[in-house]
C-alpha cells in the first residue's frame, strides 16, 4: 500500500520555502474574499504530503486527487508549525483585516498536537479564519474516533465564527454537527458546490463552505 505521494520529488522541506500560498495562484479558491461571511479577508492555502499525514481510514487512500498533481509543493512536516506560526505573523501585519487559510489542498490533521496547534494559532490571532475537510473520523454521539477527529470537533465548536473543518462523510447536518463533506452520490440534504458547478467562481467569492448549516455535497474528481 502507498504510505505517501506518488510524486515523492515534490515534497519540499517547510524551512526552506512560503507553505502559505495565494489563493490566487489556486484558481478555484480565488484571493480577495468577497463572501459575505470574513469579507476582504485574504484567502492563503496549505498543501502538504498526502497520505503521510492522512489516516488510512480515507475512502480516496488509493484515488487521492494528488495523484492527479505531480507539479504541487507539497510540505513535509519537520519545522512546519514554526514556519507557519512565522508567516501568519507576517501576513497579519500586511492584512490588518485578517486572512482566511484553507487546509488542506492535499494532505490533513496528523495529529492532536497539530490540532491544538491551530488552537493557539486562532486563540493568539483574532483576524484568523481557517476552513478545510478532513478524513479523520469523530461521532458526536458514540465519542468513536476521539483522538484527531474529536479535536477538530472541539476546534470547530470553541471557533465556531472563525473556523469550519468539515468532516468527509455522507451525512446530513444535525443540531450536534453542521460540519460534514459528501461525495456526488450523497442523496440527503445537501447543497453542491457552486464553484464546481460554475455558478460562482471560486471560494472567496462563495463561503458556503464556512457560511452554510448544510452539508455540501462535492462533485467526482
Known sequence: MKTTTVYPKSIKQA???????????????????????????????????ERE??????HHWEDCYGNNMP???????DGLTDKIE???????????????????????FYSVEYVRFWDRMLKENPTLCIF??????????????????GAIHLLNHRYADRCTIRFSRNQESNH????????ESF??????CPEQTGKLPSCAACGLCWIAQKTVRFLSH
Open 132 to 149: 478545510g475537510y478532513t478524513a479523520n473520523m469523530f461521532d458526536q454521539v458514540t465519542g468513536e474516533g476521539a483522538g484527531i477527529g
Open 187 to 192: 442523496e440527503g440534504k445537501a447543497f453542491t
Open 176 to 183: 450536534l454537527s453542521p460540519c460534514f463533506a459528501a461525495e
Open 86 to 108: 512565522s508567516e501568519i505573523a507576517t501576513l497579519l501585519e500586511k492584512h490588518p483585516q485578517g486572512i482566511v487559510i484553507r487546509l488542506h489542498v492535499l494532505g490533513d
Open 53 to 58: 499525514t492522512c489516516p488510512v481510514s480515507c
Open 71 to 77: 507539479f504541487a509543493h507539497r510540505f513535509s512536516t
Open 15 to 49: 524551512t526552506e520555502f512560503d507553505v502559505l500560498k495565494k489563493g490566487s495562484s489556486n484558481k478555484k479558491l480565488g484571493f480577495k474574499v468577497t463572501a459575505k461571511k470574513w469579507a476582504s479577508k485574504r484567502l492563503y492555502s496549505l498543501t502538504l504530503t
